[in-house]
Structures are given as C-alpha cells and as structure tokens.
C-alpha cells in the first residue's frame, strides 16, 4: 500500500523568499502524485499533478513540484512566496485509491 | 456543473444516532471516494467506489458504509454515531485512477 510523508507541519517563510514544501512517498510501483491546497474552511484545490512524462511538473499561482523516482520524493517550490500563498498544503499519491499526507501549514509573514 | 455536492454543510448529533451524509457529481465521474479530515491527520480515506455497484473499504471503514447505485450518488451512512466521528467529511470524484480527485465543500459533523 502506498503512503506519503509530508516533512514538516509547519513551515514559515518571509514575503518573496523561496517556498519549500516537502513530500516523500511508498510505493511498489510509480504512482501518480499530487500537490492540493486547502484554505481555510474551503474544500482541496488541485495545485499541480505528475502522471507520466516531464518530471518537473508546473501548476497554478507560480508553483512546480519535480518528480524524482530515485529519491521517492515530489517536493514543492515556488520562487517567491506571496501572502496569498497562506494556507495548508498536501501531498497525495494514488493508484488505485488516492492516500494524503497529514498536510504543511504555510504562513507568510510581512 | 455543479461539480461535486455535499449535504448537509453542518451537522450536530447525540451518540448513537444514525445518519446519511449526501454527495453527488453531475461530471459522470466513475470513481468516487469519501475522506474525513482531523487537525495533523490529513485526509484518510473511508470507502471508494469505481463505478456504479462497486464499492472498497479504505483506511478508516469502521462504523460507515456506503453504496452506489448510480453513477452520479455516492451516501455514506454512519450506523450508530460516536464521538470519535467528529470531523469534516469530504466527497471527492474523478475520471479515473490517472485524473486528479474534485472536492466537494465538506460536512462539518460534532457528535455529542
């Protein structure tokens, strides 16, 4: 069964400075992997996804996520971080059910 | 499109009592699942369904059940609530295992 391990509950960066956000997963296979933002007391939107093709994958309000196979990880970035950028974020991988990690909180501070 | 619905939007129960959450999706999705979120759990999965007649449990099945008799429905019914089943519920649906999972706005459940 897959998981996924978000590194990280918490993570606080200033305006402008670069977004990191961690995710590492188990598979037995190559899954198809996904990066969800939720705002508050909002449902998840889809940030960006990696199926199959280029690694490094784009998505919406400036963010990208690269898929690397040899380090099972699809970490999260965005060159500059705005305060609209505040919210909770989560991995997910799938097959044939989708599983989540338990979410990173980004705070944008002034 | 609607997209994916959620009913109720809150809801307060005493243990014990039953209740069925609603979701339905107008984008004649085959794959529907029901999540439920906590603070530092993320989203765990409760049941999945692959299409019309066809349901699986996921990680947290326990107390819930499902089914799916059309493609566009998929309730999920608590048997007898517990205080543990406080939490948001969330719907979701997609195309496929290769597509991305479309959230409904969520049910905010207390059970008392």
């Known amino acids: 069964a897959q998981s996924v391990t978000q590194l990280g509950s918490h993570v606080s960066v200033s305006e402008g400075a670069l977004v990191l956000l961690r995710c590492n997963y188990s598979s037995s296979v190559p899954p198809y992997l996904f990066w969800y933002v939720q705002y508050p007391n909002q449902g998840l939107q889809l940030l960006l996804k990696?199926?199959?093709?280029?690694?490094l994958v784009k998505g919406i309000n400036g963010f990208e996520a690269e898929f690397k196979k040899s380090e099972t990880s699809f970490h999260l970035t965005k060159p500059s971080a705005h305060m609209s950028d505040a919210a909770e974020y989560f991995c997910?991988?799938?097959?044939?059910?989708?599983?989540f990690g338990a979410g990173t909180r980004l705070t944008v501070k002034p | 499109n609607a997209g994916v619905t959620q009913t109720p939007k809150f809801q307060v129960l005493k243990t014990g009592q039953s209740m069925t959450l609603q979701c339905a999706q107008d984008m004649n999705h085959e794959y529907m699942s029901w999540y439920r979120q906590d603070p530092g759990m993320g989203l765990r999965l409760i049941h999945y369904?692959?299409?019309?007649?066809?349901?699986d449990q996921g990680e947290v099945p326990n107390g819930y059940n499902v089914s799916r008799s059309t493609t566009e429905d998929f309730p999920l019914r608590l048997l007898s609530a517990a205080p543990s089943q406080t939490s948001v519920y969330f719907c979701?649906?997609?195309?496929?295992?290769?597509?991305?999972?479309?959230f409904g706005p969520g049910t905010r459940l207390t059970v008392t």
């Open positions: 997910a991988v799938r097959k044939n059910d989708m599983r």
């Open positions: 979701a649906s997609s195309y496929s295992a290769a597509y991305e999972q479309y």
């Open positions: 990696y199926t199959t093709g280029a690694t």
């Open positions: 369904s692959v299409g019309a007649g066809i349901t």
